[in-house]
């Protein structure tokens, strides 16, 4: 069975960086696409980027697109999103997903998710 655990929240003032880890176990993931999603109170899950856990190759929503960098270290089977320059926009609780195949920006689209990790952003 597929696990995610995110970990690296916390609250970080306007301007700081983040790196958030999703700890993936449950099998191997090669073939898998790992996604990174986010939602704040009251809106609905929102893409940030992905992965796949071949090339790799990565993909970026236009709202985090040259702040955030997504990796993954395979011997460890961890997906980090690293976070610059955050704003209080980027206030959410972020979540790590994954499917099989070909990452896409839509929420249904995964099977496996995390719990979440909380982010705050202070200005």
């Known amino acids: 069975q597929v696990q995610l655990v995110e970990s690296g929240g916390g609250l970080v003032q306007a301007g700081d960086s983040l790196r958030l880890s999703c700890a993936a176990s449950?099998?191997?993931?090669?073939?898998?696409?790992m996604g990174w999603f986010r939602q704040a109170p009251g809106k609905e899950r929102e893409f940030v980027g992905a992965i796949t856990w071949s090339g790799p190759m990565t993909f970026y929503s236009d709202s985090v697109k040259g702040r955030c960098t997504i990796s993954r270290d395979s011997a460890k089977n961890m997906v980090y999103l690293q976070m610059n320059s955050l704003t209080p926009e980027d206030t959410a609780v972020y979540y790590c997903?994954?499917?099989?195949?070909?990452?896409?920006?839509?929420?249904?689209?995964?099977?496996?998710w995390g719990q979440g990790t909380q982010v705050t952003v202070s200005s």
């Open positions: 997903a994954a499917r099989v195949g070909t990452a896409y920006d839509t929420p249904t689209q995964y099977d496996y």
């Open positions: 449950g099998r191997t993931f090669s073939g898998y696409a």
